[in-house]
Structure formats: C-alpha cells, structure tokens
C-alpha cells in the first residue's frame, strides 16, 4: 500500500481521485535521488489501490510526461470500467495535461 507512504489522497469523487505525492518519500530516495521523478509502476500501483482492483494484466500502459513530485505536486486519476474486468486510466496533472493512460484487465 503506497497510501501514506508516497501520496495522500485529497478527494475523491465517483471514477476520480487527485492524490498529493509526498516528495519525502524513501521512493523518491531511491529513484533518480537529484532528479526524482514517480515510477511508472507505482503510478499503477495508486490506480489500483484507487479504484479498489488487483491487476490481471495490462492491455496498454502509455506514459506520456514525467510525474515529477515537485513541493506537494497533485495527480488527478480518472477511471471507467468499460466492463467488469476492463479498467481504463488517465492520469493528469491538475491543468488537465496528460500524464499517462491504462488499459487495464482487473
């Protein structure tokens, strides 16, 4: 669980959420410590743990920009479940840029 550890959720609302990263995070030590960016695979993990699922596969994962943690950077997810075991992610900065997208089997 990523919660508490490397973000804080500040709303949430039905199918999006926006989290507030926490650039203190030992994570942020140990991925590219002068310039720290958010893994990919922990942008995944935060969807996930957002919309309640476990991962079965993923169809398509684009990352578009980099998440940088910055001084308390919020991240908006959006999600929508096009089917009970299909889960499309987009995530974006708070000015509506896009960060990444997932096509998800759940």
């Given at each position: 669980?990523?919660?508490g550890l490397l973000y804080t959720v500040v709303s949430r609302e039905e199918g999006c959420?926006?989290?507030?990263?926490?650039?203190?995070?030992?994570?942020?030590?140990?991925?590219?410590?002068?310039?720290?960016i958010?893994?990919?695979?922990?942008l995944l993990q935060i969807a996930l743990e957002l919309?309640?699922?476990k991962l079965s596969g993923a169809k398509e994962i684009k990352f578009v920009a980099p998440v940088l943690p910055g001084d308390g950077t919020e991240v908006r997810f959006e999600w929508e479940f096009?089917?009970?075991?299909?889960?499309?992610?987009?995530?974006?900065?708070?000015?509506g840029a896009q960060y990444a997208r997932m096509s998800l089997s759940v």
């Amino acid at each position: 669980m990523l919660e508490g550890l490397l973000y804080t959720v500040v709303s949430r609302e039905e199918g999006c959420a926006t989290v507030r990263l926490l650039p203190e995070s030992p994570i942020y030590k140990a991925h590219f410590p002068e310039y720290p960016i958010t893994p990919g695979v922990t942008l995944l993990q935060i969807a996930l743990e957002l919309t309640g699922k476990k991962l079965s596969g993923a169809k398509e994962i684009k990352f578009v920009a980099p998440v940088l943690p910055g001084d308390g950077t919020e991240v908006r997810f959006e999600w929508e479940f096009r089917d009970a075991s299909s889960l499309n992610v987009s995530i974006l900065s708070t000015d509506g840029a896009q960060y990444a997208r997932m096509s998800l089997s759940v």
